[in-house]
């Protein structure tokens, strides 16, 4: 029997994962669209991975080189996406009851 | 490390971007759901790390480049992520969006020169033919990615006097057919590389797709660009999953997958909100940044009053919805606003914010601005949930909006008929602040000025706001 080809295997994964996207995504409270869009910033620069394994186990320069440049061009967005995810979202923290709810009735 | 160890970590790191995703759907879940991201980003990584150091038998000199690259890439994200203001979030995300692109370009190459060091084939023998279409996507998507970010970041932050970096679109005659050109021989290329495996065809396909990056996100307009980044958004995900599937490696393509369903997911809530169709807005030439003073129209006489008049009112109402649009960020007048909702909410006044979805200049955008701002976010409601609410409103108080409170858009054979309008007309009374009487970007006038009910404001919100503050103290 012949194997199943790794790009099929792939082409399954991507399906599925667009799948849970889709669902995932729609559930996204539309408040939140800004930050969204800067996790997702931070989460396909997971391709990291890939830049890494360019940067530490390639010989010839060309590849090093380039290996090592998208080492640092993904590593700004894992660091800058998460962060200001995280500096977002610590501005829809619910306020302490210091500053009296406006809005509601005396 | 065995590999079948690693992929199971890497599967771990894929559940925990999901859940990243998932904690969005409500404020108090959120924080919780990026750390989730960063827990999942930082496995991944340390992962990576490991079976380098295994794959290189404990050697390891190469993870010099690695660190040398994370150091860089990290101090230079840290310090824009902690410096940047709220008002340009959407040019960060443009500037990120290109860095992926130019990241999967580069990772490509890397691949293409040296495929043994991916553990994709043994030393010295050809890419399989599969993971040749796979570089050329991933490849493709990255390129136009990048360009087509760095023009969106031109456009977005407006400063640049370069030409391409202008809101105004740039349109000439055969423009598609020049992109269908570009297009075309680009994929030749891309095939000419899937059957040879030879560096030229491979550097003529991404020059030509650099080319193709300017040339798509050029005729759009600067009032267009929440599409255009949320679309750019979902081919930096889609580019990602092409690097994953050139590798076989699973989490990337999750990750790139979910990234590119969200990004099409904003897209298609943007044009919607806008009401035109995907393809209008890709091909352009409308959305002219600034909007065009309907000057034709005979001048009609508005009713005119003073910040004073306007705060009395808002002071004798017993709801108040408040309606910001991309004016009031501009004139960074977000404080301003809470001021004044805080003192009408002292005085027994209900105070709430109706926002369109696109009230700012990408998705959520406007919502941002408010809560930082320190507005609750439960003050602020999205277009459908407040709409059936305008009609028992005592006073909607608009604030540098314009066409997303046209009631136009209910008349059939406006330019603007059918798109989703905050409606405001609807109200007893409505206060708007505006600076001029030039009209938003789809340049038409608004009936709504001219209503009975409707008392203009004009000036910088921010001075308007702050006059409304004084003036509810005095009462």
């Known amino acids: 029997m012949e194997l199943v080809s790794h790009t099929v295997t792939n082409l399954i994964i991507f399906v599925l994962a667009i799948y849970v996207g889709f669902h995932v995504v729609w559930n996204v409270t539309p408040a939140l669209h800004t930050p969204l869009m800067a996790v997702t910033n931070a989460l396909s620069a997971v391709i990291i991975v890939g830049a890494m394994l360019a940067a530490a186990l390639t010989e010839g320069n060309l590849a090093k080189w380039m290996g090592t440049a998208a080492v640092a061009l993904a590593a700004v967005n894992v660091f800058g996406g998460f962060l200001v995810t995280r500096r977002m979202l610590e501005m829809f923290k619910k306020k302490e009851k210091s500053a009296p709810a406006e809005g509601a009735k005396h | ?475």
Not at chain 2, 308 to 329: C, H, Q, R
């Open chain 2, 1 to 475: 490390m065995s590999l079948n160890l690693v992929t199971l970590l890497y599967l771990i790191a894929s559940i925990c971007f999901i859940q990243a995703l998932k904690g969005l759907s409500h404020p108090t879940t959120a924080r919780r759901g990026n750390a989730f991201g960063m827990i999942g980003m930082a496995l991944a990584i340390l992962t990576t790390a490991a079976l380098i150091v295994k794959l290189s038998d404990m050697k390891a000199a190469g993870m010099v480049y690695v660190l040398g690259g994370l150091l860089v890439g990290g101090t230079v994200g840290s310090i824009m992520a902690k410096r940047v203001e709220m008002t340009k979030m959407p040019e960060l995300v443009a500037f990120m969006h290109s860095m992926i692109g130019l990241a999967a370009v580069c990772i490509a190459v890397a691949v293409v020169a040296e495929p043994s060091a991916f553990g994709i084939v043994a030393a010295g023998e050809p890419l399989p033919f599969g993971n040749r279409i796979e570089l050329f996507i991933g490849t493709f998507v990255g390129a136009i990615t990048f360009s087509g970010s760095v023009i969106a970041f031109g456009k977005l932050s407006g400063k640049y006097k370069f030409r391409l970096f202008q809101g105004a679109p740039v349109t000439f005659a055969g423009q598609h057919p020049l992109n269908a050109v570009l297009g075309l021989a680009m994929l030749g290329c891309g095939i000419w590389f899937t059957v040879t495996q030879s560096w030229t065809p491979f550097v003529i396909m991404a020059a030509l797709a650099f080319v193709i990056g300017v040339t798509i996100i050029i005729p759009i307009g600067g009032a267009d660009m929440p599409v255009v980044v949320s679309m750019l958004n979902s081919y930096s995900g889609w580019a990602a999953a092409g690097i994953g599937f050139s590798l076989n490696n699973p989490m990337l393509i999750i990750a790139g997958s979910l990234v590119g369903s969200s990004g099409a997911i904003l897209s298609y809530i943007m044009c919607k909100a806008m009401n035109r169709s995907f393809f209008n807005v890709i091909l352009g030439g409308f959305g002219q940044d600034g909007g065009t003073v309907a000057g034709k129209q005979e001048q009609r006489p508005v009713k005119s009053g003073s910040a004073d008049d306007a705060a009395f009112m808002m002071a004798n109402a017993e709801t108040v919805v408040i309606v910001p649009g991309y004016g009031l960020a501009v004139s960074r007048a977000q404080h301003a606003l809470k001021e004044l909702a805080h003192k009408l909410g002292e005085k027994g006044v209900q105070v709430r914010y109706a926002i369109h979805p696109v009230a700012g200049r990408m998705p959520g955008h406007m919502n941002v601005l408010l809560a930082e701002a320190e507005i609750p976010y439960d003050q602020v409601f999205e277009m459908e949930d407040i709409n059936p609410d305008f009609r028992q409103t005592d006073v909607v108080l608009v604030l540098g909006a314009n066409d997303v409170v046209n009631p136009a858009a209910k008349i059939p054979g406006s330019p603007i008929f059918g798109m989703p309008i905050l409606e405001a007309h609807q109200a007893r009374t409505v206060i708007v602040n505006k600076r001029s009487m030039a009209s938003g970007y789809a340049g038409l006038d608004n009936e709504l000025f001219y209503m009975d009910k409707t008392m203009m404001v004009f000036g910088d919100a921010k001075k308007v706001l702050e006059d409304m503050v004084k003036a509810l103290e005095a009462l």
